[in-house]
C-alpha cells in the first residue's frame, strides 16, 4: 500500500510560480512512477505530468509543456511538481497519484491505484 500526501498549492496571480510536492510512503517508492493530474470544477480529472520510477523519463501535457517540471526525489519520497508562468487556466485541484510498482504510466487516471487527497491551486488574472 502506498499513502501520497500533497502540499504547497495556494492562491497566486497569473505569471507567479508554484511548487507541489508529494510524500509518498509505505512501499518503496522508487518502485513506482508518479504522476500529476488535475481537476478543475466540472470537467473531468486530466492529466499534468508522469516521472517514471527511474527518474528518466518524463511526460508532460501539451497545456503545461515548457512551464511545468516535474520531478522526484528518492531519498525523500517526494515528486515535485514546478509550476511557472501560471494562468488562470490552470486553477484546479491538483493531485499526485502512482500505478502499480514498476508500470511506467500512462496519461490515463485509470491506470493509478494510489492517489493522494489533492491540494487547491488558484491562478487569479
Known amino acids: 500500500q502506498v499513502q501520497l500526501v500533497e502540499s504547497g498549492g495556494g492562491l497566486v496571480q497569473a505569471g507567479d510560480s508554484l511548487r507541489l510536492s508529494c510524500a509518498a510512503s509505505?512501499?518503496?517508492?522508487?518502485?513506482?512512477?508518479m504522476g500529476w493530474f488535475r481537476q478543475a470544477p466540472g470537467k473531468e480529472r486530466e492529466f499534468v505530468a508522469r516521472?517514471?520510477?527511474?527518474?528518466?523519463?518524463?511526460y508532460y501535457a501539451d497545456s503545461v509543456k515548457g512551464r511545468f517540471t516535474i520531478s522526484g526525489d528518492n531519498a525523500k519520497s517526494t515528486v515535485y511538481l514546478q509550476m511557472n508562468s501560471l494562468k488562470p487556466e490552470d486553477t484546479a485541484v491538483y493531485y499526485c497519484?502512482?500505478?502499480?510498482?514498476?508500470?511506467?504510466?500512462?496519461?490515463?487516471?485509470?491506470?493509478?491505484?494510489?492517489w493522494g487527497q489533492g491540494t487547491q491551486v488558484t491562478v487569479s488574472s
Open positions: 516521472i517514471t520510477w527511474s527518474g528518466r523519463s518524463t
Open positions: 497519484a502512482a500505478p502499480p510498482a514498476y508500470h511506467t504510466g500512462s496519461p490515463s487516471p485509470g491506470q493509478y491505484v494510489y
Open positions: 509505505g512501499r518503496t517508492f522508487s518502485t513506482y512512477a
